[in-house]
């Protein structure tokens, strides 16, 4: 099966001799569901950023060229959605949960009005998370797990192949992470490829089936048995971790000693 | 009571009052609607630094030819809309002292120009705090066109400037033009703010830009009438500020923002009410919209 989006040697750095990406080689196929796991500063988000092509390889030769090596490859036409950090938006704009839902429609058309279609739509995917009720409401009004649902219906009016979310539950309870994984289950089993970056390695990244551990480059990817390990997670994290068997979950603690000699290596 | 009609009436037994009145009136329409995105961009900095930096356009195209001063300071103005944007787009570069450097400069040398040269346009008041007296006809052309094009603009590309506004990332990943969008933005700005000048004034304007929009924002939680209100309050505070600017004998670019910082007042003690009153509505719509679409 082809890649609906692949990097082939990516490396991109924000300064001259400091990587944030460093021979990234990665394919995201149709279905799949993909955590990006790593710490902060690994180049999660930076990846996520250059899927979504709001990074993109400098277009004149030059200045920065160095900076960027490697390439993109995106199947012609594919439909991309992307949900961000709650907490990079701007949650006093005036927008209501219906024109910020109308927003992720294809831009074409120079209607001011959302067309009957459109509220159709709109009203069906935010009926499909459940918040149609809240569509009049200021998006400050939502509660944490309600806005994420606000964007996950706004990714869904433009019907995308690959969904890309970024934290999706960073600064969330517990409950809403449990509703947030399961109806992401459940869009992937719709058919809807998704991506999503995480540091919660228990919460969130035990439960994905395919992970990628990243550190600036590619530690291991494959099912969270194969790569929740001390010696991945050591790589990755740079600090001891052991990891444990609970219900036939892999569950990662801090390694005993708790303040590791040697354990935070810097490399 | 016959005198106090005719005394509120007198002004506009004058021609140029009239003319006065209608440019100060879509002007603040025109910087209401514009000072919107201005506000929600949190571009404040940028219409002030802007209107600077028109002013040394401004002085230096009428050393030129002063009959087509408008034409060189439109294009002045344009050309550092377009540095600024590119400037603020880099964010490591730091934006705010960048603009700080290329506005102040081209203010300065306007100010250089008009004292070692005169004028033979607008006076040097007239155009840092406006006047009335600074319109000629060929202005109040350029502000019509002006206006319309921006209105044409904004309704054809609402939806991409409205997406690029709030979440440039994700609209540049869904196929809008961010850096298209934004360059026409500025560029239209900077000629709205070219042809408003010399009706509020250089040092005036960022405060029209900014008054309107904060207000009509505190009024509402919907982006659609905070375009609507921010033109309406921009529109009432360009009209009455001219108007009151007749008796008050000062110039127009003051009263006009007097009266829109009195009308902001006014919005911060109406505004947890106003929207209240818009919310229990909204929920009310949204009780009743999506019924019949489902249907």
Request: with cysteine.
């Amino acid at each position: 099966m082809s890649a609906l989006l692949r990097t082939v040697d990516l490396s991109i750095a924000y300064q001259r001799d400091r990587p944030v990406l460093h021979e990234v080689n990665l394919g995201f196929e149709a279905g799949e569901f993909t955590g990006i796991v790593g710490p902060s500063g690994s180049g999660k988000t930076t990846l996520l950023r250059v899927l979504m092509g709001a990074i993109a390889a400098p277009k004149r030769q030059g200045r920065g060229q160095d900076l960027w090596q490697g390439q993109i490859q995106r199947r012609p036409g594919l439909r991309l959605a992307y949900v961000p950090q709650l907490e990079t938006i701007n949650w006093d704009f005036p927008v209501t949960v219906f024109e910020c839902v109308l927003m992720g429609r294809p831009q074409h058309g120079v209607h001011m009005r959302a067309t009957g279609t459109e509220r159709a739509e709109v009203m069906s995917a935010l009926d499909r998370l459940g918040i149609a009720h809240l569509a009049g409401r200021h998006i400050r009004e939502l509660s944490g797990g309600q806005q994420q649902r606000m964007f996950l219906a706004r990714a869904l009016t433009s019907q995308p192949e690959l969904l890309l979310l970024d934290e999706p539950t960073s600064g969330v309870d517990i409950t809403t992470r449990h509703a947030v994984l399961h109806l992401l289950a459940d869009l992937n089993d719709s058919g809807i490829g998704i991506v999503l970056t995480t540091h919660d390695l228990n919460g969130m990244a035990a439960h994905m089936p395919n992970l990628v551990c990243l550190n600036q480059r590619v530690i291991a990817q494959g099912p969270p048995a194969d790569v929740l390990t001390a010696p991945v997670l050591e790589a990755t994290f740079g600090a001891g971790l052991d990891v444990l068997t609970h219900l036939g979950m892999p569950v990662v603690v801090d390694s005993g000693s708790g303040l590791t000699p040697g354990g935070a290596s810097h490399d | 009571m016959t005198d106090l009609l005719a005394a509120l009436l007198d002004p506009f037994s004058y021609q140029f009052f009239v003319k006065g009145i209608i440019v100060a009136t879509i002007s603040g329409a025109l910087l209401g609607l514009l000072g919107v995105y201005i506000v929600l961009r949190g571009m404040s900095y940028i219409g002030h630094g802007l209107s600077h930096a028109i002013f040394g356009g401004f002085a230096a195209s009428q050393l030129i030819a002063s009959s087509w001063y408008m034409l060189g300071a439109g294009i002045w103005g344009v050309a550092s809309a377009l540095a600024i944007n590119s400037v603020a787009r880099r964010h490591r570069i730091g934006s705010d002292a960048a603009i700080g450097v290329v506005t102040t400069a081209s203010f300065a040398l306007g100010v250089a120009l008009l004292a070692k040269f005169g004028n033979r346009g607008p006076s040097f008041d007239a155009a840092l705090f406006g006047s009335i007296l600074g319109i000629s006809q060929g202005q109040v052309w350029a502000l019509i066109a002006i206006s319309a094009v921006t209105v044409v603009l904004g309704v054809l590309g609402y939806r991409a400037l409205l997406f690029a506004t709030f979440d440039p990332d994700v609209a540049q990943a869904s196929g809008v033009n961010v850096a298209r969008t934004d360059a026409i933005f500025v560029s239209i700005l900077s000629l709205a703010i070219l042809a408003t000048l010399t009706v509020i004034g250089v040092t005036l304007v960022a405060a029209m830009l900014v008054i309107p929009a904060v207000t009509a924002r505190l009024l509402t939680q919907s982006f659609q009438r905070m375009l609507v209100l921010s033109t309406i309050i921009g529109s009432i505070c360009g009209g009455l500020g001219m108007y009151a600017s007749y008796f008050a004998n000062v110039p127009s670019g003051t009263m006009i923002v007097l009266i829109a910082a009195g009308a902001f007042l006014i919005a911060l003690g109406l505004g947890p009410a106003a929207r209240r009153r818009e919310a229990s509505s909204a929920e009310a719509a949204a009780g009743l919209v999506p019924g019949p679409v489902r249907a």
